[in-house]
Protein backbone atom coordinates (compact mmCIF):
# COMPACT_ATOMS: atom_id res chain seq x y z
CA UNK A 1 0.00 0.00 0.00
CA UNK A 2 1.12 3.72 -0.51
CA UNK A 3 1.23 4.74 2.95
CA UNK A 4 3.85 1.85 3.80
CA UNK A 5 5.58 1.68 0.47
CA UNK A 6 6.50 5.65 1.41
CA UNK A 7 7.30 5.21 5.07
CA UNK A 8 9.64 2.42 4.17
CA UNK A 9 11.19 4.87 1.61
CA UNK A 10 11.26 7.05 4.68
CA UNK A 11 13.32 4.26 6.87
CA UNK A 12 15.98 3.52 4.06
CA UNK A 13 16.95 6.85 4.15
CA UNK A 14 17.28 7.60 0.81
CA UNK A 15 14.76 10.33 -0.38
CA UNK A 16 14.46 13.51 1.32
CA UNK A 17 11.70 14.10 4.08
CA UNK A 18 10.20 17.26 1.42
CA UNK A 19 9.77 14.93 -1.62
CA UNK A 20 7.91 11.82 0.59
CA UNK A 21 5.74 14.77 2.08
CA UNK A 22 5.29 16.31 -1.46
CA UNK A 23 1.67 13.99 -2.23
CA UNK A 24 1.48 15.22 -6.70
CA UNK A 25 5.43 14.66 -6.75
CA UNK A 26 4.79 11.06 -5.12
CA UNK A 27 2.17 10.43 -7.55
CA UNK A 28 4.73 10.60 -10.64
CA UNK A 29 7.38 8.82 -8.79
CA UNK A 30 5.98 5.42 -6.77
CA UNK A 31 4.64 3.95 -9.96
CA UNK A 32 9.10 4.29 -11.42
CA UNK A 33 9.66 3.27 -7.46
CA UNK A 34 7.37 -0.05 -8.05
CA UNK A 35 8.72 -0.61 -11.01
CA UNK A 36 12.50 -0.86 -9.74
CA UNK A 37 11.35 -3.15 -6.80
CA UNK A 38 9.97 -5.61 -9.13
CA UNK A 39 13.43 -5.51 -11.26
CA UNK A 40 15.15 -6.01 -7.97
CA UNK A 41 12.87 -8.83 -6.38
CA UNK A 42 13.17 -10.84 -10.35
CA UNK A 43 17.22 -9.87 -10.64
CA UNK A 44 17.39 -11.23 -6.89
CA UNK A 45 15.19 -14.44 -7.59
CA UNK A 46 17.35 -14.72 -10.88
CA UNK A 47 20.70 -14.65 -9.55
CA UNK A 48 20.23 -17.07 -6.84
CA UNK A 49 19.79 -19.73 -9.49
CA UNK A 50 23.78 -20.04 -9.95
CA UNK A 51 22.74 -18.80 -13.99
CA UNK A 52 26.45 -17.13 -14.12
CA UNK A 53 29.86 -18.19 -15.21
CA UNK A 54 31.81 -15.30 -14.11
CA UNK A 55 33.00 -13.50 -10.79
CA UNK A 56 30.62 -11.08 -9.17
CA UNK A 57 31.42 -8.43 -6.84
CA UNK A 58 28.79 -7.49 -4.01
CA UNK A 59 29.27 -3.51 -2.60
CA UNK A 60 27.67 -3.11 0.42
CA UNK A 61 27.10 -0.37 2.76
CA UNK A 62 29.20 -1.13 5.95
CA UNK A 63 26.72 0.91 7.92
CA UNK A 64 23.19 -0.21 5.84
CA UNK A 65 20.54 -1.48 8.38
CA UNK A 66 18.43 -2.67 5.19
CA UNK A 67 20.93 -4.99 3.89
CA UNK A 68 23.22 -6.81 5.91
CA UNK A 69 26.11 -8.91 5.57
CA UNK A 70 24.10 -12.02 5.16
CA UNK A 71 22.16 -11.13 2.33
CA UNK A 72 25.31 -9.60 0.38
CA UNK A 73 27.13 -13.11 1.15
CA UNK A 74 23.91 -14.91 -0.27
CA UNK A 75 25.32 -13.65 -3.43
CA UNK A 76 27.60 -15.89 -3.32
CA UNK A 77 24.73 -18.66 -5.11
CA UNK A 78 24.55 -16.61 -8.10
CA UNK A 79 27.09 -17.49 -9.96
CA UNK A 80 29.88 -20.25 -10.48
CA UNK A 81 32.69 -17.85 -10.46
CA UNK A 82 34.42 -16.58 -7.92
CA UNK A 83 32.05 -13.86 -5.66
CA UNK A 84 34.16 -11.19 -3.46
CA UNK A 85 31.74 -8.99 -0.94
CA UNK A 86 33.60 -5.60 -0.07
CA UNK A 87 32.15 -2.82 2.53
CA UNK A 88 32.41 0.58 1.66
CA UNK A 89 31.32 3.59 4.39
CA UNK A 90 28.10 4.42 4.46
CA UNK A 91 24.20 3.16 4.64
CA UNK A 92 21.82 1.71 2.11
CA UNK A 93 22.57 4.42 -0.54
CA UNK A 94 26.29 4.66 -0.12
CA UNK A 95 26.48 5.06 -3.97
CA UNK A 96 25.19 8.42 -3.39
CA UNK A 97 26.80 9.39 -0.38
CA UNK A 98 30.06 8.29 -0.67
CA UNK A 99 30.62 8.21 -4.84
CA UNK A 100 34.02 8.63 -4.85
CA UNK A 101 34.90 5.49 -3.10
CA UNK A 102 32.46 3.51 -5.08
CA UNK A 103 34.00 4.76 -8.32
CA UNK A 104 37.77 3.90 -7.08
CA UNK A 105 36.30 0.03 -6.42
CA UNK A 106 34.93 0.29 -9.89
CA UNK A 107 37.99 1.50 -11.48
CA UNK A 108 39.53 -1.01 -9.53
CA UNK A 109 38.00 -4.02 -11.22
CA UNK A 110 37.51 -2.62 -14.75
CA UNK A 111 41.62 -1.65 -14.65
CA UNK A 112 41.63 -5.93 -13.48
CA UNK A 113 39.69 -6.67 -16.60
CA UNK A 114 41.31 -4.76 -18.76
CA UNK A 115 44.72 -5.99 -17.55
CA UNK A 116 46.60 -7.92 -20.41
CA UNK A 117 46.87 -11.68 -19.25
CA UNK A 118 50.21 -12.71 -17.72
CA UNK A 119 51.60 -15.12 -19.97
CA UNK A 120 53.30 -17.89 -18.13
CA UNK A 121 56.77 -18.43 -17.97
Known sequence: PRDELIAELAELGGTPPAVLA???LMDLLLPMIRADLVLAEWTTAAATEGALACPVTVLLGRDDA???AAAAEAWRASTR???????LDGGHFFVGTHRAALLGVV???VAEVAAPARPYP
Open 107 to 109: AEL
Open 22 to 24: HAD
Open 81 to 87: GDCTVRE
Open 66 to 68: TVG
